[in-house]
């Protein structure tokens, strides 16, 4: 018998049925109990995700979306932040992206009730997306946050978290669909419309320094990221966004010319289209890793009060790893947030403060000598 002539979609119950789950439903020995359950789960067409925010961690949920629809081809909605819509808009695996502001509103989750979504997927798991699966009364997988594997190793140092990225926490929510992760790495999608005219980039290879962080412990101090770039001969391109304009101003004039400060005067996906064309990203622990990573831009990450064993370095493909960490490891204070402070809670700042400057121009100068060859 030919599988490829199975491997059409076919129709149960007037229920569209993806080409996996007919070669399954073909099987004659998926009789039992348990392999009915599957097959009702396998036969799943309209799938709810929830992330709510933020730049990075809607970033990570990518492979989720990419491999449910090539897998599955099951018809994805996704609900978000209206300020986080953009990174989702531009993504040709999901159907649909509905948004909210601040809360959301009840009209929407009338809305939400009235497409009768055969699987909510929460990859934000809180106690918002507690109260929306309440209302939608829909079946539900969350992801695992590991929040007291976290606790631990913030409070007590002891560190029980696993040796594996959050993106494969996120794609457990699937398990139970027989998706599996395709060693694709993270999608970001730069839209062709998005305007190029007004950035004006180094003529030659340059390397972007994403300067900014929402949380103060996790970018390096205004004087860190001058030394670095002094350092450094090559172009750098400053990223950020408003709360980094001023800084990037004072750096540029004083790093010298070939030094550009683009904090607040590019989108986000201008900001990732500057990445793209770089040789290779500096960056902290935010938004514009994951994308450098989606990109499979070379980075030199640098962290401060967050480490990357939560689970959130830089994501690549299976087989390569283009990231290199930068961060102070003689600290018993580390990691004092999962997320990050507005201030250093022991007054020395010193997971930045005792960060080398030389070791990252030792890496950059690595890293181009690298491409050149």
Request: net charge positive; hydrophobic share 40%.
């Amino acid at each position: 018998m030919d599988l490829g002539s199975l491997a059409t979609p076919i129709h149960f119950f007037g229920r569209r049925i993806g080409p996996a789950v007919s070669l399954w439903f073909l099987n004659e020995k998926a009789s039992c109990k348990v392999c009915g359950w599957l097959f009702l789960y396998a036969c799943i067409l309209k799938i709810l995700l929830l992330r709510f925010s933020s730049i990075g961690d809607i970033v990570l949920t990518t492979p989720v979306t990419r491999c449910l629809k090539k897998q599955l081809g099951a018809e994805l909605h996704f609900l978000t932040k209206d300020s986080f819509a953009s990174i989702l808009d531009t993504n040709p695996y999901i159907d649909r992206v509905f948004t909210f502001q601040k809360e959301i509103p009840a009209s929407l989750i009338d809305h939400l009730k009235s497409e009768q979504y055969d699987l909510i997927l929460d990859l934000h798991h809180n106690l918002r997306t507690l109260r929306l699966k309440m209302a939608l009364r829909r079946p539900v997988f969350s992801f695992d946050k590991l929040n007291w594997k976290k606790w631990l190793l913030v409070n007590l140092k002891i560190d029980r978290m696993p040796e594996e990225h959050i993106v494969y926490r996120y794609l457990a929510t699937t398990k139970h669909l027989g998706v599996q992760y395709d060693g694709d790495g993270l999608d970001y999608f730069i839209p062709e419309t998005v305007d190029l005219d007004n950035i004006e980039l180094p003529a030659q290879a340059f390397v972007a320094f994403a300067i900014g962080a929402t949380h103060a412990t996790k970018r390096l101090p205004e004087k860190k990221i001058l030394e670095i770039c002094q350092r450094i001969a090559i172009p750098i391109v400053l990223l950020g966004g408003k709360s980094e304009q001023e800084t990037g101003e004072r750096i540029a004039r004083a790093a010298g010319g070939h030094v550009t400060n683009m904090c607040a005067k590019l989108s986000l996906h201008q900001s990732a289209h500057v990445v793209r064309l770089s040789n290779m990203v500096i960056t902290h622990d935010t938004g514009l890793m994951h994308i450098a990573a989606a990109l499979r831009k070379p980075i030199i990450s640098v962290w401060g009060s967050t480490v990357p064993r939560f689970g959130m370095w830089p994501f690549y493909p299976t087989g390569m790893d283009l990231n290199t960490s930068v961060e102070a490891l003689d600290l018993d204070c580390r990691p004092c947030s999962k997320i990050g402070f507005d201030q250093c809670p022991k007054s020395h700042f010193n997971c930045m403060h005792k960060i080398d400057t030389a070791q990252i121009e030792s890496l950059i100068s690595s890293i181009q000598h690298a491409s050149i060859g």
